[in-house]
């Protein structure tokens, strides 16, 4: 798979916590699943350095 074809692949990401009614699902590409994963880990060294 050529390396544009894969960080434009969509894969669906769902998210489920006790206060939701249902999951919550979003279609996503990998380009942008690695980004909010980027941003999820930013998030969590922030949280840690308080």
Same mark, same amino acid.
């Given at each position: 798979?050529? &390396?544009?074809?894969?960080?434009? #692949?969509?894969v669906?990401? #769902? @998210?489920?916590?006790?206060?939701?009614? &249902?999951?919550?699902? +979003?279609?996503l !590409? +990998?380009?942008?699943?690695?980004?909010?994963? @980027?941003?999820?880990?930013?998030?969590?060294? !922030? !949280?840690?350095n308080?």
């Amino acid at each position: 798979m050529h &390396e544009d074809d894969y960080a434009s #692949e969509v894969v669906t990401v #769902e @998210l489920d916590w006790g206060d939701l009614d &249902e999951p919550y699902r +979003r279609d996503l !590409t +990998r380009q942008q699943l690695g980004q909010l994963l @980027l941003n999820f880990d930013d998030m969590a060294d !922030t !949280t840690a350095n308080q």
